[in-house]
């Protein structure tokens, strides 16, 4: 019986150890890939122009309105538009639930901002940080972005572009840096680097459908 659970110890010791060099490896991989090619928030010198700003969806209250998270990552995608740093913003987020939708709450929050209605594109079905960047590729045609996200989860979406062959650089929100949230978020995102090296490489396929020319509209009006 010692010798059973001697050994049980042993396996759970390998298998602790295996998730440990997983995590730490994809990490590696997410900062290796995005390195020189991500930018603070809070100074926008430097941030090269690019003609569509991918906005990552977050939690949207039942009232519809933008958690703060959200809403930190949507006033810096405006920034970026009255800068001309983009031409077009598309919000991409989850539509799962007739009762919640994030890029419908994105869109209407951008347009009150006073964003152009029409320079505000809805992706409904980005689920997750792999299904936006694909998405926007795949679907609405574009190759070259500046994805908006809070910095610690923007090392993690730019090396996900990147590796799908996007043209991608990033800006970071530090807005609601700090608090219980914000760390609850950087942890989870150093082990969501897992899922995202298997996502690229395995090309794993989001929800796809016809070709969408609202982007390539947009950038032409």
């Known amino acids: 019986m010692t010798g059973w659970w001697r050994r049980g110890a042993w396996v759970l010791v390998g298998l602790g150890l295996a998730a440990g ?46 958690s703060a998270f959200l809403a930190g990552r949507l006033d810096l995608a405006k920034r970026l538009y009255d800068a001309s740093l983009v031409r077009v913003i598309l919000v991409s987020g989850d539509n ?14 951008l347009v009150d901002a006073g964003v152009p209605a029409d320079k505000v594109v809805a992706d409904y079905a980005g ?7 694909s998405r926007a590729q795949r679907i609405f045609g574009v190759e070259r972005l500046t994805v908006v996200t809070q ?6 979406a730019v090396a996900t572009c990147r590796a799908l062959g996007l043209d991608a650089v990033g800006v970071g929100d530090e807005t609601v840096r700090g608090g219980e949230a914000w760390r609850r978020g950087a942890l989870r995102d150093q082990v969501a680097c897992v899922k995202t090296v298997f996502d690229v490489v395995t090309r794993r396929n989001p929800v796809l459908g016809a070709r969408e020319t609202s982007v390539d509209r947009a950038l032409r009006d």
């Open 21 to 66: 060099a997983a995590v730490l490896g994809s990490a590696g991989w997410v900062r290796a890939t995005a390195a020189g090619h991500t930018y603070a928030g809070d100074d926008l010198e430097g941030v090269p122009p690019t003609p569509v700003a991918l906005v990552l969806g977050a939690q949207v209250y039942p009232s519809g309105r933008p």
């Open 96 to 109: 799962m639930a007739r009762e919640y939708n994030e890029p419908d709450a994105m869109r209407r929050y």
């Open 151 to 156: 910095g610690y989860h923007l090392p993690r």
């Open 127 to 133: 689920f997750d940080t792999y299904d936006s960047c």
